[in-house]
């Protein structure tokens, strides 16, 4: 049994982490194109589904989850990722909000199919158009929390309701 350094153990934790997001990346750049042209995605894309093969591509399996969604939708969702990345191309302070954002992400999130409970405030469509779509965010519009499973989470905000948004929906 080897013992590793605390040096050696970190080192190999940080390639772990570099591996890690590159193969995030490298996924997202693989889906994105079956999303935003054909309009149908492979809807379960956690660690055991995807594999990195000897030849150093990717390898999905487990389609049994494949949604689509419509030419309108991959425009709006096109949309919402502009409005992120134009939200982080500003150079604001990220915990900070300007209310043209939230205005601007809570529509295209309503319009991609997000429904609030009746009494919602409208930043929650924009707090969950972030949590779905905007890793790099460590806050959230209305003081909404990260966790899905919190209290204060913007998902209790979602109506029960079926949802017209494949990524959303339950059936």
């Known amino acids: 049994m080897s013992i590793m350094t605390k040096s050696a153990e970190h080192e190999h934790q940080n ?15 693989l889906c994105s194109p079956s999303i935003l042209e054909t309009g149908f995605f492979h809807a379960d894309p956690h660690p055991g589904n995807i594999f990195v093969l ?30 992120l990345d134009e939200r982080r191309k500003k150079g604001a302070d990220l915990s900070e909000y300007d209310k043209d954002d939230i205005d601007t ?12 409970k009746e009494g919602a405030p409208l930043e929650a469509a924009a707090a969950v158009g972030m949590w779905l779509f905007d890793g790099s965010v460590k806050e959230l519009p209305g003081g909404y929390d990260l966790g899905e499973l919190s209290p204060n989470s913007p998902v209790k905000e979602v109506s029960n309701e079926r949802r017209k948004f494949p990524i959303l929906s339950c059936k």
């Open 54 to 83: 000897d030849d150093g591509k990717i390898g999905l399996i487990d389609f049994g989850q494949v949604k689509q969604i419509s030419k309108n939708s991959r425009v709006t969702l096109a949309k919402v990722m502009v409005a």
């Open 105 to 116: 992400v809570s529509r295209l999130s309503l319009d991609l199919g997000v429904t609030l």
């Open 15 to 29: 390639r772990c982490l570099r591996f890690a997001n590159s193969l995030s990346l490298l996924v997202s750049l």
